[in-house]
Nanobody, 122 residues
Framework: QVQLVESGGGLVQAGGSLRLSCAASGSILSINAMGWYRQTPGKQRELVADITSGGRTSYADSVKGRFTISRANAKNTVYLQMRRLKPEDTAVYYC????????????????WGQGTQVTVSS
């Protein structure tokens, strides 16, 4: 079993920055990839970034060039550095982990955090 806990959300003005953190515990050796989903009511859930056990990263077009996903040296914590935030980035951000990672968003989501709210004002 894997537990994921997010932190770092909050209220920020457009153009500002936030860094989200995700701490993993439990059977973390079973994780092959981790990522960040975001969800806004009325919109489709979007996988904005992911990172594999080998350190490869991928980003949604909507955040490419502004967001950076990274992993701590101990590999039990993943970060999402968000820069040049826009009002449309407002969402609940969820840390996720995949036991069997195919490279597509459909394979992400074996484990979920509780989410952290990010609100960007204009």
């Amino acid at each position: 079993q894997v537990q994921l806990v997010e932190s770092g959300g909050g209220l920020v003005q457009a153009g500002g920055s936030l860094r989200l953190s995700c701490a993993a515990s439990g059977s973390i050796l079973s994780i092959n990839a981790m990522g960040w989903y975001r969800q806004t009511p009325g919109k489709q859930r979007e996988l904005v970034a992911d990172i594999t056990s080998g350190g490869r990263t991928s980003y949604a077009d909507s955040v490419k060039g502004r967001f950076t996903i990274s992993r701590a040296n101990a590999k039990n914590t993943v970060y999402l550095q968000m820069r040049r935030l826009k009002p449309e980035d407002t969402a609940v951000y969820y840390c996720t982990a995949a036991r069997y990672w195919s490279g597509s968003p459909e394979s992400m989501g074996d484990y979920w955090g509780q989410g952290t709210q990010v609100t960007v004002s204009s």
